[in-house]
């Protein structure tokens, strides 16, 4: 039976110094898939890529990518990788072509089709008419399309996106999804992301949800939504007490209030739930809503946390200065 795995990643392990960054993951990813690492700021999503991508020592575990041991067969997995950075690494002095042409030598890619490859990739994320262009000229969305088209050049079988939209307007967030989702379309590559925002990785096939260097969930997102037990229901009261009381008697369970005073929590059928909630409930309620759970629900009932958007603590911090350092070398 042949092997569909392109990555196997087993009890890996980072430390640095006391901090254990990366503790104990293990996950595989399929050839042709989609595969997203959803987790906050400092996670440990950027230490994992770069142990995977041979830039960074493990501390513990094994990790096996396109048949080859990170540990004995590093130039052979460089090959087969293609890796778009967290933080920009473009030569800004050079034109997209300069770029695209240097990165194409670096990977050994043959004289004979280099011409070709930069006119393809350049074609796949529309940025042909700019290509003599200066990157120093160019938008955050263009450098970041850019930067996609770089890892592409080589054909890589598998291609790390290491939170590609960071820093990017909605709207150019969007459209950087919007290249990402088409270049699966015309390639079987294989796409590993990570991310933090919560909407991006509705397009994966599969999620592994981390948070404080571990995996805690791993399935396609509707299963992950579909795990909350149905639908949110979020209420409000000028009593709030009372208000709770009543809900953790009619749910049987425990509750608590959300940070603006409303209070959240799940049922199986809101559509039934929601009148009969309203009819019999002993003090006014000023607003009811309900709506289907979102991976940002799924985040909240798996650690009890929302997930931190753009605000990372000292620990966080210190883990990403790390990394920062790294990257550099």
């Not at 953790?248 to 959240?264: H, M, N, P, S, V």
Request: with cysteine; net charge positive.
């Amino acid at each position: 039976m042949a092997d569909h795995t392109i990555l196997k990643v087993e009890n890996l392990t980072k430390k640095f110094g006391k901090l254990t960054a990366v503790h104990n993951i293990s996950f595989a990813v399929k050839k042709g898939e989609i595969f997203g690492f959803l987790g906050p700021n400092g996670a440990g999503k950027t230490t994992t890529i770069s142990i995977i991508c041979t830039l960074l020592n493990k501390s513990a575990g094994t990790v096996t990518l396109c048949g080859k041991n990170i540990d004995k067969q590093r130039n052979q997995i460089r090959q087969c990788i293609g890796l778009v950075f967290q933080d920009p690494s473009l030569d800004d002095r050079l034109t997209a072509l300069e770029n695209l042409y240097f990165h194409a030598l670096l990977y050994n890619v043959n004289h004979k089709v280099i011409q070709k490859r930069i006119d393809q990739v350049l074609r796949m994320v529309s940025l042909e008419k700019r290509k003599n262009d200066l990157v120093r000229t160019f938008s955050g969305g263009m450098k970041r399309r850019l930067e996609i088209a770089r890892g592409l050049i080589h054909h890589p079988r598998i291609l790390f996106l290491d939170e590609p939209t960071l820093g990017l307007d909605p709207q150019t967030r969007n459209k950087i999804w919007d290249y990402i989702a088409d270049l699966k379309k015309q390639t079987d590559i294989t796409i590993f992301l990570t991310t933090h925002y919560m909407e991006e990785t509705e397009i994966c096939n599969r999620i592994a949800i981390m948070d404080d260097g571990k995996i805690i969930a791993l399935d396609t997102p509707e299963n992950l939504k579909r795990g909350i037990g149905g639908d949110i229901v979020t209420v409000s009261s000028d009593k709030g007490e009372p208000l709770k009381r009543y809900i953790e008697q009619t749910l049987q369970k425990k509750i608590a209030f959300q940070r603006d005073g409303t209070i959240q929590f799940e049922v199986r059928d809101s559509a039934s739930f929601v009148p009969q909630f309203i009819a019999r409930s002993p003090v006014n309620i000023l607003s009811i809503s309900a709506r289907k759970p979102t991976l940002n629900d799924v985040f909240l009932h798996l650690t009890g946390k929302e997930i931190r958007q753009e605000h990372a603590g000292a620990k966080e911090r210190f883990k990403q200065r790390m990394m920062h350092r790294m990257h550099r070398r």
